[in-house]
Nanobody, 115 residues
Framework: QVQLVESGGGSMQPGGSLRLSCAASGSILSTYHMAWYRQAPGKQRDLVAA???????NYADSVKGRFTISRDNAKNTVYLQMNNLKPEDTAVYYCHAYYGPRNYWGQGTQVTVSS
């Protein structure tokens, strides 16, 4: 019923930029809040950024000023613009849709930041 597909990951040098995209099925973005999480090997999956269906955003302290989450409901897509990337940003990034008890996860996209 609901499918989230991430894209835009890859390898980048420190200080570089990447933009992640999450394409959602149907009209999910008209109802659901959206978020990006990330998980490094051996680490907990942590919230990176979230945006409500009304457009209110929240960010982890570690990415404030560098990352920007946005959504385009008409395109059923949520984005994560990542600037000034650091090696510690290396992780698998997951798209998340949630509304009340309902929640869905994408498969994840790898981001690697190294010189």
């Amino acid at each position: 019923q609901v499918q989230l597909v991430e894209s835009g990951g890859g390898s980048m040098q420190p200080g570089g930029s990447l933009r992640l995209s999450c394409a959602a099925s149907g009209s999910i973005l008209s109802t659901y809040h959206m978020a990006w999480y990330r998980q490094a090997p051996g680490k907990q999956r942590d919230l990176v950024a979230a945006i409500t269906r009304g457009g209110t955003t929240n960010y982890a302290d570690s990415v404030k000023g560098r990352f920007t989450i946005s959504r385009d409901n008409a395109k059923n897509t949520v984005y994560l613009q990542m600037n000034n990337l650091k090696p510690e940003d290396t992780a698998v990034y997951y798209c998340h849709a949630y509304y009340g008890p309902r929640n869905y996860w994408g498969q994840g996209t790898q981001v690697t930041v190294s010189s």
